[in-house]
């Protein structure tokens, strides 16, 4: 990946030291770029990623998007899956390079955000949401993200029709009711392929495992995902003030023969 050279269009990051790294598309000529002002980044298009540039008086490198970079970049619409939860349902779920997944509801899109980056070029994420207007929204963020050609969003309603898709590798399911999806999921599954679900309330998760275990999934369980910061400096190492006291619970089964 580092030998490979800028594209005209490409979604870069511009990353400062000591500051977050922000998303900018790579454009021939001046860009206007939220809240700070105009670039003209032509002069990266042909070139490899790593280059220094200066803008403002700063020292930016151009480097490529991590997941954090591009989640960080969302607007937020509906409440969204927090980085840590995305970052275990990609892996409870089996989501790996060249994967076909689906996903519902999409909401503001972070968590397709999360599965578009864990698929790669070779994969493919179908997000369903029955609203609209949440589509457009999640929609966006992924084109902000810089990885709609690996998504495709689609209005339905999972909980009345299904997912209407075969042979997918995962199902990731973030709505009120998953259980009403989880049958429908089992059958869109490949055999050996895993469904997760993230539900906020321990009711939810109850419903959510009961449906898991009648509908026929194999390898049914569930974690919660507690992370606490440390702050590290020499001679006073301890955890961190603050934390997110609480988000979601996921539940995990995997379709079998
Ligand atoms: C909490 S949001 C999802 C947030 C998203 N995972 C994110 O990280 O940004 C839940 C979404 O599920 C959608 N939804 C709820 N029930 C649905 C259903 N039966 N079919 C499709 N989408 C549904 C809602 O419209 C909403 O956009």
Request: include cysteine; hydrophobic fraction near 45%; proline fraction near 5%.
């Amino acid at each position: 990946m580092s030998e490979t050279h800028w594209t005209e269009g490409e979604i870069v990051a511009l990353k400062a030291r000591g500051e977050r790294a922000f998303l900018v598309p790579l454009a021939r000529g001046p860009t206007r770029i939220h809240d700070r002002g105009v670039i003209d980044l032509s002069g990266q298009i042909g070139r490899s990623p790593g280059e220094t540039i200066e803008w403002l008086g700063t020292r930016y490198q151009v480097v490529r998007p991590s997941p954090a970079d591009r989640l960080a970049a969302i607007k937020r619409g509906a409440q969204i899956v927090t980085p840590k939860d995305a970052a275990q349902l990609v892996f409870l779920a089996a989501v790996t390079p060249g994967a076909r997944v689906a996903e519902a509801g999409s909401g503001s899109g972070a968590l397709t955000i999360a599965l578009a980056c864990a698929v790669g070029p070779e994969g493919h994420v179908t997000s369903f949401d029955r609203r609209v207007d949440f589509l457009e929204a999640a929609r966006a963020n992924v084109v902000r993200a810089g990885l709609e050609s690996r998504v495709t969003f689609r209005e339905r309603d999972v909980a009345q029709e299904g997912i209407d898709l075969t042979h997918l590798d995962s199902v990731v399911l973030d709505l009120p009711n998953p259980w009403d999806v989880l049958a429908s999921a089992h059958l869109a599954l490949a055999v050996g392929g895993y469904a997760a679900t993230y539900t906020p309330t321990y009711n939810q998760l109850e419903r959510a495992v009961g449906a898991f275990r009648s509908v026929g999934f194999d390898e049914v369980r569930a974690v919660e995902v507690i992370e606490r910061g440390l702050s590290v400096n020499e001679g006073a190492t301890r955890p961190a003030f603050e934390m997110l006291g609480h988000t979601g619970f996921l539940a995990v089964g995997r379709r079998v023969g």
